[in-house]
């Protein structure tokens, strides 16, 4: 399995509160991204990374802000965490032009 | 618009038969991907193709560059097979990927 970690795990937070998500990879990838999956719209794109400092939109980017200071880390953040991105948010990373591994999911609930 | 279409949405089959899952999709690609998600939800690759057929065990994987289709087959399906599949395509313009909305197969004893 490829080393890939999400955390936390689960979440519940307050609508208006920031929320971080973090994905830490072992696998020293250049490519990782952030998903979000939701019934009836398969996995979407919110944000990817092909190098340290540099990231890039995804189709559903909107409220959503990244950061990758370590090739091993990127964060998602939810500035003002709305109901709407509940969620359950997967990171994935990629050598290139490779096969995509994903991590196990983080399921946030925006109450 | 969907990049990537995937047909049927849900499936039950019993135990032994052969299972076909189809995935088309309207984008240049570089890649297509194969993968498979479990109740729990963790993501499994199973294949990436480019061209032609790859098989592992007892899933067979298709794709057809011209007609901008792909196809899965598993034959003699069994219980554990039961799961959400999942057809992506990787951009062959840039490093994103399209993912249609699962094909939810359920296979009974």
């Known amino acids: 399995d490829a080393g890939i970690t999400q955390s936390p795990r689960h979440k519940v937070t307050e609508t208006g509160t920031p929320v971080t998500l973090r994905c830490h990879q072992t696998?020293?990838?250049?490519?990782m991204y952030w998903y979000r999956q939701d019934p009836g719209h398969g996995l979407r794109l919110i944000h990817y990374?092909?190098?340290?400092?540099?990231?890039d939109k995804g189709e559903v980017s909107d409220g959503y802000s990244v950061s990758r200071s370590k090739t091993e880390d990127f964060l998602l953040t939810l500035e003002s965490a709305t109901s709407s991105q509940t969620s359950v948010y997967f990171c994935?990373?990629?050598?290139?032009?490779?096969?995509?591994?994903f991590g196990p999911g983080t399921r946030l609930t925006v109450t | 618009k969907n990049e990537v279409e995937q047909s049927p949405q849900n499936l039950t089959a019993q135990e032994g038969e052969f299972i076909t899952i189809n995935c088309s999709y309207s984008v240049g690609i570089s890649a297509l991907h194969w993968l498979q998600q479990h109740p729990g939800g963790g993501i499994v690759s199973l294949f990436m193709l480019s061209s032609g057929k790859k098989k592992h065990g007892r899933l067979i994987a298709t794709i057809n560059i011209q007609e901008k289709h792909s196809s899965l087959h598993i034959t003699a399906s069994h219980p554990r097979d039961s799961a959400v599949y999942i057809c992506?395509?990787?951009?062959?313009?840039?490093?994103?990927?399209?993912f249609g909305t699962g094909t939810s197969l359920t296979v009974i004893p």
């Open positions: 994935a990373i990629s050598a290139g032009a490779y096969e995509q591994y």
């Open positions: 990374s092909y190098g340290v400092k540099d990231t």
């Open positions: 992506a395509v990787r951009s062959g313009t840039g490093n994103q990927f399209y």
């Open positions: 696998e020293n990838h250049r490519y």
